[in-house]
């Protein structure tokens, strides 16, 4: 991904792209031109200075359950010293889908995705919590997903 340390200032015309997108990832980039007042080779450039620069990722999203992903948790983690050396650990575990350092009484909270409640055992208490600095971790098991959506716009 790209630098995020660089803010990137959207007009109009590409934050309407990316909602179309959020809409439906496979929306011809002919269809979005008609929608936004562009051509579609517009189009297509506007959509890959947004992925090249990082605002945006083009991604396949699917339900873990029905993959045979029938364990998900939230780990909140507590560390001593820098948690975001915690953080760049546990995201180097395939389970882990979504890693963020906190201010709160969480330092770095961690969304697992495993197929069964052994794999997430051996997860957390083999492997997060043998990375130096974690000192407790908690975890927060998934008893229903009610809304999992990307489509939230660009305010």
């Given at each position: 991904m790209a630098d995020k340390s660089k803010t990137v200032t959207l007009d109009d015309v590409s934050k309407r792209i990316i909602e179309l997108l959020q809409q439906d990832g496979r929306r011809?980039?002919?269809?979005?031109?008609?929608?936004?007042?562009?051509?579609?080779?517009?189009?297509?450039?506007?959509v890959q200075r947004l992925t090249d620069s990082?605002?945006?990722?083009?991604?396949?999203?699917?339900?873990?359950r029905q993959l045979g992903f029938a364990r998900m948790a939230m780990i909140g983690i507590r560390t001593s010293g820098d948690p975001r050396e915690v953080a760049e650990a546990v995201k180097a575990f395939d389970e882990i889908a979504y890693v963020v350092?906190?201010?709160?009484?969480?330092?770095?909270?961690?969304?697992?995705?495993?197929?069964?409640?052994?794999?997430?055992?051996?997860?957390?208490?083999?492997?997060?919590?043998?990375?130096?600095?974690?000192?407790h971790t908690e975890s927060l098991i998934y008893a229903g997903l009610h809304k999992d959506f990307y489509n939230w716009g660009t305010r």
């Open positions: 011809p980039y002919a269809d979005i031109g008609r929608a936004v007042g562009l051509s579609e080779a517009a189009v297509r450039q506007r990082g605002v945006m990722q083009i991604v396949a999203v699917t339900d873990p350092v906190t201010l709160g009484t969480f330092d770095v909270l961690a969304e697992a995705i495993c197929e069964t409640d052994e794999d997430l055992l051996e997860l957390v208490s083999m492997r997060v919590r043998a990375i130096p600095g974690v000192e």
